[in-house]
């Protein structure tokens, strides 16, 4: 048996470290996925939300409000807090009551953390949320840790009042204030999030096309300013229209109606989805708020999941 070379035992061996670290790199599995950001030391992780996490996350969001609402933030920084969150919420709502499909995407410098210490680590999320057979996806709630906001004035404030004793926010800041040093503050990680977001979705469902939210104005000034700009399509209504009524042989369904949704831009159609996107998820109406009067944005997925250097 002929012996290998010295040189093809090297080069097995780097081959291999090469698939080793590209693993470590990008990874799904089953319904969740990561990213690790070795320029910025961040795993970039897609959580699907279960019954076995849903309270954790219901108990992360509750904290981060409290904690946002103390922090002595000016006016306006707070009330974007509490609609960011108002948003995350609608999302966990939607799961528990409409059976939606819902994704938490988030950034943290401990993946394997668990409990106060992987709310302490986390450091920017956003609700992921979808229904199956439908093309849209909404990237709803995004929001950055208060927790790095908090002065131990505000924080022996808050104490005082008691307002920090319900939701477990002294144990969350207990684990927080164990991490030393604090981590580094970097800009651009919302437009990071958005894309690192759409590449899991279409990882895990590559029927998705469509990125469709109703972002705070701060948000969507972001995606406008940034190199996703021009993919941008706005849209301010949302329309179901019958192409095919129902057909009926005396009492009996022959054929069954068939609706398509347009989104509209004064009045235009933009884009058309071919269903009635609002029955097959009510969510639509609660989280992306198609009915309503919010301003409203579409990216397409391929466009947003492309890796952009945000500023």
Same mark, same amino acid.
């Given at each position: 048996?002929?012996?290998?070379?010295?040189?093809?035992?090297?080069? =097995?061996?780097?081959?291999?470290?090469?698939? =080793?670290?590209?693993?470590?790199?990008?990874?799904?599995?089953?319904?969740?996925?990561?990213?690790?950001?070795?320029?910025?030391?961040?795993?970039?992780?897609?959580?699907?939300?279960?019954?076995?996490?849903?309270?954790?996350? $219901?108990?992360?969001?509750?904290?981060?409000?409290?904690?946002?609402?103390?922090?002595?933030?000016?006016?306006?920084?707070?009330?974007?807090? !509490?609609?960011?969150?108002?948003?995350?919420?609608?999302?966990?709502?939607?799961?528990?009551?409409?059976?939606?499909?819902?994704?938490?995407?988030?950034?943290?410098?401990?993946?394997?953390?668990? +409990?106060?210490?992987?709310?302490?680590?986390i450091e920017i999320c956003v609700t992921v949320i979808t229904s199956p057979g439908l093309p849209i996806v909404t990237h709803m709630g995004i929001f950055r840790s208060p927790l790095s906001l908090l002065s131990d004035e505000a924080h022996d404030i808050a104490n005082e009042a008691g307002v920090f004793r319900e939701?477990?926010?002294?144990?969350?800041?207990? !684990?927080?204030?164990?991490?030393?040093?604090?981590?580094?503050?970097?800009?651009?990680?919302? =437009?990071?999030?958005?894309?690192?977001?759409?590449?899991?979705?279409?990882?895990?469902?590559?029927?998705?096309?469509?990125?469709?939210? !109703?972002?705070?104005?701060?948000?969507?000034?972001?995606?406008?300013?940034?190199?996703? +700009?021009?993919?941008?399509?706005?849209?301010?209504?949302?329309?179901?229209?019958?192409? $095919?009524?129902?057909?009926?042989? +005396?009492?009996?369904?022959?054929?069954?109606?068939?609706?398509?949704?347009?989104?509209?831009?004064?009045?235009?159609?933009?884009?058309?989805?071919?269903?009635?996107?609002?029955?097959?998820?009510?969510?639509?109406?609660?989280?992306?708020?198609?009915? +309503?009067? $919010?301003?409203?944005?579409?990216?397409?997925?391929?466009?947003? !999941?492309?890796?952009?250097?945000?500023?």
């Open positions: 048996m002929r012996r290998k070379s010295p040189l093809f035992l090297m080069l =097995l061996v780097i081959l291999f470290t090469s698939l =080793l670290h590209a693993s470590d790199r990008r990874s799904s599995k089953r319904d969740d996925y990561f990213e690790y950001d070795e320029s910025k030391g961040l795993y970039f992780i897609m959580e699907r939300v279960t019954p076995s996490n849903f309270k954790f996350w $219901q108990l992360y969001r509750n904290a981060m409000l409290r904690i946002a609402s103390n922090v002595g933030l000016e006016t306006e920084h707070r009330i974007d807090y !509490a609609q960011a969150l108002k948003g995350f919420q609608n999302s966990l709502n939607a799961y528990q009551e409409n059976g939606a499909q819902v994704w938490i995407a988030y950034a943290t410098r401990n993946p394997k953390a668990t +409990g106060f210490m992987k709310m302490a680590r939701h477990n926010v002294n144990d969350i800041i207990a !684990a927080y204030r164990k991490v030393v040093p604090p981590s580094p503050k970097y800009k651009g990680l919302a =437009l990071l999030l958005h894309s690192f977001a759409a590449r899991g979705m279409l990882e895990l469902d590559k029927t998705k096309t469509l990125m469709v939210t !109703a972002p705070l104005k701060v948000m969507s000034d972001m995606l406008v300013r940034s190199p996703l +700009g021009r993919e941008v399509i706005h849209i301010d209504q949302a329309e179901v229209v019958v192409t $095919q009524p129902q057909a009926m042989l +005396g009492s009996h369904v022959i054929s069954p109606e068939v609706a398509v949704t347009d989104l509209k831009r004064d009045n235009k159609t933009v884009i058309r989805l071919p269903m009635d996107a609002l029955k097959v998820a009510p969510w639509l109406g609660t989280v992306t708020f198609l009915t +309503g009067t $919010q301003p409203k944005i579409a990216i397409p997925l391929p466009a947003l !999941a492309t890796p952009t250097d945000a500023e």
